[in-house]
């Protein structure tokens, strides 16, 4: 079938789309947006809108902004590309409209009304009766108007114009993709997506607040904005306990720095697992009369960092994270119902993970809610993806929605930390947005910062350090990571050959891993997983839990985070189906997740080793090999085989275009044997490293033993520690023998070996 994608015809084929859409009568997602900051008198606007595409950008130019029926209808607060929103088209809608009434109750008469939308995206331009009230841009925090002026009694006409030029380059975008779904991005989100509701606040009332506590102090500490006449007015703020008041503070209403501290009569941690929350009021009073009241709530804890130690309330608590990226099939950004943010959280817990990388999204406030009363850890994450931050103009848009976002969530005790980029490359406008972004640890103290999720590190003083490591054979993986389990030195770093990424000494966490494909009975259609393999169930679990194994017991590791919670669309690799059914039992991997960490049980492993390199890489020197691209036979690895006949050459050996290479050789055929000969002059060390940049598959034999077999690549020289190498080695003369077999991509092989005594000093 050959479709016509003309303007015209986009808009004649989207609206008779509409006219024939279902829309649900009842209001989706009644239950109030915020339970961090809710009033009781408000009114949801979710339900059904008027709706159009627009698909000549002329709606404006038609006058649509008042009066004119939309030609079709949506339900609010899904997106138009969702099933739930009762339209259900997924193609590219820069310009969309939504219009409907509503009625302000009487009883508000002599108050503020607020209008508020949860999320709209990207940009939304407002009328109320024809009135223009204002605009926003960001697709994932909140924005407020004050209405008070422009509401009228009887029927309100409000109708929103939404610009979501996703492709410009100049928005966040995350896992939304510029085309059509593939591999990790998916269908788009266009317009309101969370929920928009009205409220009626008291002629001063508090715009917002910020609650940090402090748990040894058994205080909390509150700064608010009040808006409206301060004159006399002041803030009562009360803090209760399953029922019982155990802190009151009355102070003085004065602007964005109204301030207030309350000393608790009870004090009880929000822990992990065990979470504790106080219930908060804040009440704005005009004389003895309060004009304004505010619901909350806030937890009891503290986040340290000691050395490479990541502490919640002064102790380890090893973060099994998952990577959950907040996509469902019939709302895509949207989850269908409140009960189905708690789910989600629930099924993560079942299968032992007790917290989350909150990946690529802002996620709906009562997602975060649910964290907090179930003590589950988060890390609040941005949309990174999809925008060109080359772009001075993309830089600051992003800037300016990671600080609402910030104000937006700063009081969730489930919050943990702060990323806002996710595997940046090495450009230099890349480090000056990583500096630009360290303002995050000005805006919020009491949190980790880390710079960027994988990749690069150019921030020196990130406050965690991670990586993502998707080496699929557990041994290989657990090998990668005997050095720095041994040091608590030079751990798997995403971009080794850059030195501004170098660690230095941070709590450490491997933050993506796994994102294996199971294979079920189910049929999903066509699908994917890292490593290329769908492994059945008894197949899966042994490689997780090899891989999992190498992380919990490893004493200067903080955490894991898993790829990830359920199949998103193609990208088939969750512990969950699309739909939230398992694939197997979750208690399996609950049994895995869940034993104590070398981390939680042991103090951190330091030492500081001086190496002595006996075999050279070609990192700075080119090194002679012996090399063969002719398969050489079965004995080409013994110590007495004759490799006369064989080419000389310097490493590294491969292609100019393979990632992190130094070539000295060119290679270009699928396989080559390398050999080389080196001497152990003094007694045979007890710690010995293999120093490799291998793209793809290597195997490694040291006087004619195999010490290694290593899949894959790597993009860049790393060290790690090998148990058979020492016992491989010998005093005197030595071999070493490399094959090295690619496939597709790039291609390099080097090596070196390097080995090890204690020292005063630090690694080299």
């Known amino acids: 079938m050959k479709f016509d994608f003309r303007p015209a015809m986009i808009a004649a084929w989207a609206t008779a789309l509409l006219c024939c859409a279902p829309v649900?009568?009842?209001?989706?997602?009644?239950?109030?947006?915020?339970?961090?900051?809710?009033?009781?008198?408000?009114?949801?606007?979710?339900?059904?809108w008027q709706f159009e595409i627009d698909a000549k950008a002329d709606g404006e130019a038609r006058g649509l902004m008042t009066g004119r029926d939309l030609s079709g209808k949506i339900t609010v607060p899904f997106c138009p590309e969702s099933k739930l929103s009762g339209v259900g088209v997924t193609d590219y809608m820069p310009h969309v409209w939504y219009r409907r009434m509503f009625q302000v109750p009487d009883s508000w008469n002599g108050q503020r009304v607020l209008l508020n939308f949860g999320a709209v995206d990207y940009r939304a331009k407002v009328w109320l009766n024809g009135?223009?009230?204002?605009?926003?841009?960001?697709?994932?925090?909140?924005?407020?108007?004050?209405?008070?002026?422009?509401?009228?009694?009887?029927?309100?006409?409000l109708v929103l114009h939404v610009i979501d030029e996703l492709r410009s380059g100049l928005q966040p975008g995350g896992k939304q993709t510029h085309g059509v779904s593939e591999g990790c991005v998916y269908t788009r989100t266009t317009g309101i997506w969370q929920t928009v509701w009205l409220e009626a606040a008291g002629a001063a009332y508090v715009r917002e607040f910020s609650a940090v506590p402090d748990l040894d102090g058994g205080r909390v500490f509150l700064q608010a904005s009040v808006s409206g006449p301060q004159k006399d007015a002041r803030v009562r703020v009360r803090a209760m306990a399953e029922g019982k008041q155990v802190?009151?503070?009355?102070?003085?209403?004065?602007?964005?720095?109204?301030?207030?501290?309350?000393?608790?009569e009870r004090v009880v941690a929000w822990e992990p697992g065990k979470p504790f929350l106080y219930d908060l009021t804040i009440e704005t009073m005009q004389g003895d009369k309060v004009v304004d009241c505010v619901h909350s709530y806030f937890g009891l804890r503290k986040i340290s960092i000691e050395g490479n130690r990541f502490l919640i309330n002064g102790k380890p608590v090893f973060q099994r994270l998952i990577l959950d990226q907040g996509f469902y099939p019939d709302g895509i950004y949207t989850a269908p119902t409140d009960e189905a943010l708690r789910r989600d959280v629930e099924l993560s817990m079942a299968a032992g993970f007790?917290?989350?990388?909150?990946?690529?999204?802002?996620?709906?406030?009562?997602?975060?809610?649910?964290?907090?009363?179930?003590?589950?850890?988060?890390w609040g994450e941005f949309p990174s993806w999809g925008i060109n931050l080359s772009k001075p103009e993309a830089m600051v848009a992003f800037v300016d929605e990671w600080r609402e976002a910030l104000r937006r969530d700063r009081n969730h005790p489930a919050i943990i930390g702060w990323c806002p980029l996710n595997e940046t490359g090495t450009e230099e406008y890349i480090a000056w947005m990583e500096r630009l972004l360290a303002a995050t640890q000005t805006m919020d103290p009491t949190r980790p910062f880390l710079d960027s999720s994988g990749y690069t590190h150019f921030l020196g003083e990130t406050d965690v350090y991670d990586a993502h490591d998707y080496e699929g054979d557990p041994l290989q993986f657990r090998n990668r990571y005997n050095l720095f389990s041994l040091t608590g030195e030079n751990p798997f770093n995403n971009n080794p050959q850059d030195p501004r990424s170098r660690y230095r000494g941070q709590p450490y966490f491997v933050s993506e891993y796994g994102g294996i494909r199971v294979r079920t009975d189910r049929d999903t259609g066509a699908g994917w997983g890292y490593g290329g393999q769908s492994l059945d169930v008894p197949t899966f679990l042994k490689r997780y839990q090899g891989l999992t194994d190498a992380q919990l017991d490893n004493p200067n590791i903080f955490g894991f985070c898993y790829t990830q919670l359920t199949d998103i669309e193609q990208e088939q690799n969750g512990v969950y189906f699309y739909d939230r059914q398992p694939k197997y039992d979750p208690a399996q991997l609950h049994a895995i997740n869940s034993r104590p960490a070398a981390c939680e049980t042991q103090p951190p492993r330091i030492r500081h080793l001086k190496w002595q390199t006996v075999v050279p890489t070609s990192e700075r020197t080119k090194q002679e090999w012996r090399y063969t691209t002719a398969d050489p036979g079965d004995r080409w690895t013994s110590?007495?085989?004759?490799?006369?006949?064989?080419?000389?050459?310097?490493?590294?050996?491969?292609?100019?275009?393979?990632?992190?290479?130094?070539?000295?050789?060119?290679?270009?055929?699928?396989?080559?044997?390398?050999?080389r000969h080196f001497v152990i002059e003094k007694a045979i060390p007890a710690l010995a490293g293999l120093r490799?940049?291998?793209?793809?598959?290597?195997?490694?034999?040291?006087n004619g033993t195999k010490v290694a077999e290593l899949g894959g690549f790597v993009g860049g020289y790393s060290?790690?520690?090998?148990?058979?190498?020492?016992?491989?080695?010998?005093?005197?003369?030595?071999?070493?023998?490399?094959?090295?077999?690619?496939?597709?991509?790039?291609?390099?092989?080097?090596?070196?070996?390097?080995?090890?005594?204690?020292?005063?000093?630090?690694?080299?």
């Open 247 to 264: 802190a009151e503070e009355i102070v003085p209403a004065v602007w964005r720095n109204t301030m207030a501290m309350l000393k608790l």
């Open 131 to 157: 009135t223009p009230i204002g605009e926003h841009a960001g697709g994932y925090v909140p924005f407020t108007f004050d209405v008070t002026d422009t509401v009228k009694g009887g029927d309100n006409e």
């Open 24 to 48: 649900r009568a009842e209001i989706p997602r009644p239950e109030h947006p915020r339970p961090d900051f809710q009033r009781d008198t408000w009114l949801n606007l979710n339900g059904e």
């Open 719 to 764: 060290t790690f520690l090998n148990e058979e190498l020492p016992k491989a080695l010998r005093q005197g003369d030595n071999v070493i023998a490399i094959h090295c077999r690619q496939t597709a991509g790039g291609q390099f092989i080097d090596a070196g070996v390097d080995v090890a005594a204690e020292s005063g000093g630090a690694n080299r």
């Open 639 to 675: 110590p007495d085989f004759d490799d006369a006949s064989w080419q000389k050459g310097p490493g590294g050996f491969g292609t100019a275009s393979t990632p992190g290479a130094i070539v000295g050789t060119e290679w270009k055929t699928n396989d080559i044997w390398i050999r």
């Open 354 to 378: 007790n917290g989350a990388r909150l990946h690529q999204k802002v996620f709906e406030p009562r997602l975060l809610y649910w964290a907090d009363r179930l003590g589950y850890l988060v």
């Open 692 to 702: 490799v940049h291998h793209d793809e598959d290597a195997q490694i034999f040291v």
